[in-house]
């Protein structure tokens, strides 16, 4: 299969550490992958391992010139974001429109703000949501729910949160640069959902993935497309598992990489209910 070229684009502080983590992580590897970070602070753009940097603290037609020559050519635009600060309002839009006119499939990460947030914050992430209401796939993380992977804490620092963000961030981008190795056919899936796990077999893997703590329980069954990557162990009784849980008339994708060391991964991406 021919090299598509894909950009990463990290905004905001969340974004732009999320992308650090990454490149470090190797994701994209032997991909056509440009990583781009998008933001107002000097501090942590100075600190990004993105091959492009783009500060917004620029004039609109500079900043429009930049992103645009940034992802020239793209065929495939990851936008990775916590939304409801002013980076991400001002960009995400920007970023959508030129998908649109690039023709580009665009695929967007996202995390809203706590409930507890600002007004201000969560009419901002209002407005970054109906910016991404048309783009081909989009994930929708509920930043609440990572205080569920760290349940054994009595207490949980903003930081540990943000690095519980930037993980799942950067393992849903892999999930899904995965997924679209093999074919074409995985771009659109509308509103997703992606979970992962890990296991001593198959089976255990599957199950974990399907109880990963961004999921509602259940929340699979009412999918009508599933993609699922293992990475080695007997599948039998993990499709099995699988088969029973979801509708008759789902669509399932079932792909084996035997490239397990102790543990196997099993990754899972479907689309959402209502989607």
């Known amino acids: 299969m021919e090299k598509i ?12 550490q999320a992308v650090n983590k990454m490149i470090a992580a190797g994701v994209g590897k032997n991909k056509n992958v440009d990583f781009i970070s998008v933001g107002k602070d000097e501090n942590i753009m100075l600190v990004s391992a993105a091959q492009k940097n783009i500060f917004l603290n620029r004039d609109a037609t500079t900043i429009y010139k930049n992103i645009s020559a940034a992802l020239r050519d793209a065929k495939i635009i ?33 995390d809203k703000p706590f409930v507890l947030e600002s007004a201000e914050r969560k009419k901002n992430a209002e407005y970054c949501l109906s910016s991404l209401r048309d783009v081909d796939t989009k994930f929708i993380l509920p930043a609440e729910k990572f205080f569920l992977f760290r349940l054994n804490q009595s207490q949980v620092s903003l930081s540990e949160l943000f690095d519980v963000a930037d993980e799942i961030f950067c393992q849903g981008v892999k999930i899904f640069l995965d997924m679209i190795a093999k074919s074409d056919s995985h771009y659109k899936w509308g509103k997703a959902a992606f979970g992962y796990g890990y296991g001593a077999t198959a089976l255990e893997a599957i199950e974990n993935a399907v109880k990963f703590p961004l ?11 599933i993609f699922i990557r293992l990475t080695g162990g007997n599948d039998t009784p993990a499709k099995n598992f699988i088969k029973k849980m979801i509708q008759p008339d789902a669509k399932l994708f079932w792909r084996v990489d035997n490239s397990h060391g102790e543990k196997i991964l099993a990754s899972i991406i479907f689309n959402h209910k209502g989607a």
């Open 78 to 110: 990851f936008i990775v974001a916590g939304i409801g600060g002013s980076a991400a309002t001002q960009a995400i839009p920007r970023i959508v429109s030129l998908a649109k006119n690039l023709n580009a499939v665009t695929v967007a990460f996202v």
């Open 215 to 225: 999921l509602e329980q259940d929340e699979i069954k009412h999918a009508k497309k």
């Open 5 to 16: 070229d894909i950009k990463i684009v990290g905004i905001g502080e969340g974004g732009a």
